[in-house]
Structures are given as structure tokens and as C-alpha cells.
């Protein structure tokens, strides 16, 4: 015997025993009754109906009982059977299963009228289906495609009304569907043809490579290195506003002036160490290649003495180019540099972004800056800031190589 089947003979003898303190309950207070305890009038019932089944039923019923597969109704059920076919009481069975008398009732009547199928669910009545599986499988498909498959022009992405007017357009014999319906059976599907997000493939052959390279580089550094994650932020804009912004009220959102006055812009390179969150940056008035080389020319006086991978993306500045500028940069210094390019449309895999992120929401987006020199300094006071007190790792993590083939991440 199974554990199940094992489960199933424990139900039937928990039943018997519930029964039989029901019987000595009954035995117990028509006893007092007769010694003199007042006890309230007891109405008999009619006696239940015995069940009796045969020995395929039985072997049926137990099947139901401990299939896996089954459903938790069916299951129930033919539970219910097997403690009735061992002891007729339903008080008993009812507490033994868990359920209501009732519906220890139902089942058992509806065995007594039709064995073993008058279990199955029978069918409800209710209002007959009015949108035929062909006609909801072709809505479907056409919400899947562009419109102008479906001959409608110069409409890049469904609306309702427009799927709608198409749909009957193509399948006027089809069932006619109203513009809830619709909403109805793209939500079931759950599909949103009027959504759209900008998702860009990288074109790269040695996209793994690459991006498996920086990802070990992230987990597992070589002793006694430092890894880092450079880009340039370019574009910053001092802007002033016109008037001050005014803060949140009850029941108003904060009001941010919409004319400002440019006072040009800086570009930031920075380098962020992925392991401690560290950020070393400087402000320049522009993103040339000089000026790069005197970044990391201060970089590597920063990181003296230690091996220094850099992580950036493949901009012009940073690929080695035909004078080996890189390599050059790194025999000079003892050939502690080694630089690894993120893949093609990959610069995501540079961390240093993160940080790019955090310094846009809270320092330039909303801020107004009556110069280049506050700007600057407002980028660099919130570096050391982050520095001293808000430095670190970020819990970054890669989904796979799925996403750069387009196909969803298990």
C-alpha cells in the first residue's frame, strides 16, 4: 500500500472512531436521562443509508482518492465514499474529512442515484458562449502583428478601436465583437499591442566573450588587482531657471520652472570600482582624447602600484587605434593597465552607469545651476559625498545570454 493508500485507510478508521464517540455520547447522556439528569427532548432521525460497494468500485474509489493528478474535488468525493461505505454517519464522516454535512450529504445521494459517475461535475446552466474559439484565435493573431499587415495604413502600433474596425472589416463572418470584449480577450491573453520598449540587439560576434570576460572580471579579480569602470558623462548643462521651484504642497505636485538660461556644458569621466563602490572622477570642459589621457595619466597616479583592469565601451577614444596609444599608455607604466571592451550596443555591462544614473536623479535633473564652476562643483562635492558615506557594491546582475538573442531568460 501506497502513502496515500495509507492516508486514505487512516481517514476511514479516524471515521470509525469519531463515529463511535458520537454512539458513546448518545449511550452516555440517554443514561443520565434515566438517572434523573434533565436533558432536552432528542428528536430521532431516519436511519442513514448504508452504502454498500463492490470490490471494483472500491478499487476504483481508492485510485481517486490518492491520484495525484487528480483534482482536489474528485479526490474529496471518493473520500467521502469510502468513510460512508465503513460507517453511514455523516457527523462522523463530515468531521473526519473536514467538510460540511451538507455536502457529505450531496455526494453520497449522488452516488446512491449513479455509483461512481454521479461524482463527475455536472454541467451549469448559464448564458450559451457568444465569441467562438476562431473568432478570438483571429483577434489574437491580429494583435500580434503590425497593422499594416491588416491593411491599414500610416498606423504603426494597435489602438482598441483600430483593431476593432479591422477585425470586422476582414471577418464580417465572423461574431461581431464590442470594444469591451475586445479589451476582455487581449487581457486574458495578456497582451498589449499599444505597449512598446526600445530594446537594442547587439550586433557583436563575440558578444559572450566579451561580456563573460567582465562578468568573471566582477566576480572573481585577480589577486592583488583593481577593476574598473570608466565612461564619460557628456552634456552636462548648467541651466539656471528663470524663477525658483517651488516644493510639494497637499494636494499639488512640486512645480519646476520650464525656462532656463544654459551657461554650457562639462563632461565627467569617472571610474568606479564595482567591489568597494568607489568613484574617482574629474570635471572637464570637453571629452577629447588628450583630455582622456590626462584622466587616466591621474588614474594610475591614484592607483599606484596596483594592476588596473579597465572596463569601457568601444568609443573612438577608447579603442587602441593605429598609433597602439593604449598599449603604449601601459608600457609606460609598467605594463599594469589591461583594458577590456564591453560588447558592441553593450555598454550596459559597464557599472560605471549605475552610478551616471544616481548622479542624474540627484544632482542634475531638477537642479539649477547659475554656472559651469557650480556645476562642477556640485558634481564633484557629491563624489566626495558618495565616497564618505554612500559607497557601495551594487547588486548588479546579467540575465543571460537570451536577451541578446532576443528570446526571454529562463
Known amino acids: ?28 447522556s440517554t443514561r443520565d436521562s434515566k438517572e434523573g439528569t434533565p436533558e432536552p427532548a432528542q428528536r430521532r432521525g431516519p436511519r442513514a443509508p448504508a ?9 476504483k474509489l481508492i485510485q481517486d482518492a490518492k491520484r495525484r493528478g487528480s483534482p482536489y474535488e474528485r479526490v474529496m468525493r471518493a473520500q467521502i465514499i469510502l468513510v460512508l461505505a465503513a460507517d453511514p454517519c455523516v457527523t462522523a464522516a463530515s468531521a473526519a474529512l473536514g467538510v460540511d454535512r451538507k455536502t457529505v450529504r450531496l455526494w453520497r445521494d ?5 455509483g461512481r459517475k ?26 500580434c502583428g503590425q497593422p499594416a499587415d491588416f491593411g491599414v495604413p500610416f498606423r504603426e502600433t494597435w489602438t482598441i478601436g483600430s483593431l476593432l474596425e479591422a477585425y470586422r472589416e476582414r471577418n464580417p463572418d465572423l461574431a461581431p465583437l464590442s470594444h469591451g ?10 497582451i498589449r499591442p499599444h505597449r512598446m520598449r526600445v530594446w537594442l540587439h547587439s550586433p557583436d560576434p563575440k558578444f559572450r566573450e566579451k561580456a563573460t570576460a567582465i562578468c568573471r572580471l566582477y566576480r572573481r579579480p585577480p589577486p592583488g588587482s583593481v577593476v574598473l569602470c570608466i565612461d564619460e558623462k ?3 548643462q548648467a541651466k539656471s531657471r528663470k524663477f525658483a521651484t517651488k516644493p510639494a504642497a497637499p494636494g499639488k505636485a512640486g512645480r519646476l520652472e520650464f525656462e532656463y538660461k544654459r551657461h554650457g556644458t562639462l563632461t565627467l569621466i569617472a571610474a568606479l570600482n564595482p567591489h568597494t563602490g568607489e568613484v574617482f572622477g574629474e570635471v572637464y570642459p570637453d571629452r577629447k582624447l588628450a583630455t582622456l589621457m590626462r584622466f587616466m595619466e591621474a588614474v594610475a597616479e591614484h592607483f599606484s602600484g596596483a594592476d588596473i583592469h579597465v572596463v569601457w565601451d568601444n568609443l573612438n577614444t577608447h579603442l ?40 542624474a536623479r540627484r544632482v542634475l535633473r531638477h537642479a539649477s545651476h547659475p554656472g559651469k564652476k557650480a556645476l562642477s562643483s556640485a558634481v564633484l562635492g557629491f563624489i566626495d559625498h558618495w565616497n ?12 543571460g545570454y537570451p536577451l541578446q538573442m532576443g528570446k526571454k531568460a529562463a
Open 1 to 28: 500500500m501506497g502513502v496515500l493508500g495509507t492516508v486514505v485507510a487512516g481517514i476511514v478508521r479516524a471515521a470509525g472512531a469519531v463515529a463511535r464517540a458520537i454512539a458513546s455520547k448518545r449511550r452516555t
Open 51 to 59: 452504502i454498500v460497494i463492490t470490490r471494483g468500485q472500491r478499487k
Open 110 to 114: 449522488r452516488f446512491l442515484a449513479g
Open 118 to 143: 454521479g461524482l463527475d461535475t455536472r454541467k451549469r446552466p448559464g448564458r450559451p458562449v457568444l465569441i467562438d474559439p476562431v473568432s478570438r484565435t483571429q483577434l489574437v493573431g491580429m494583435a
Open 181 to 190: 470584449t475586445v479589451v476582455r480577450i487581449l487581457n486574458g491573453a495578456d
Open 234 to 236: 557628456t552634456g552636462m
Open 320 to 359: 587602441d587605434g593605429r598609433d597602439r596609444r593604449w598599449s603604449e599608455f601601459s608600457a609606460r607604466h609598467g605594463g599594469r593597465f589591461h583594458f577590456h571592451l564591453t560588447p558592441i550596443h553593450g555598454s550596459w555591462v559597464n557599472q560605471v552607469e549605475c552610478f551616471f544614473s544616481i548622479l
Open 388 to 399: 564618505k558615506h554612500e559607497a557601495h557594491p551594487f547588486r548588479w546582475t546579467f540575465k
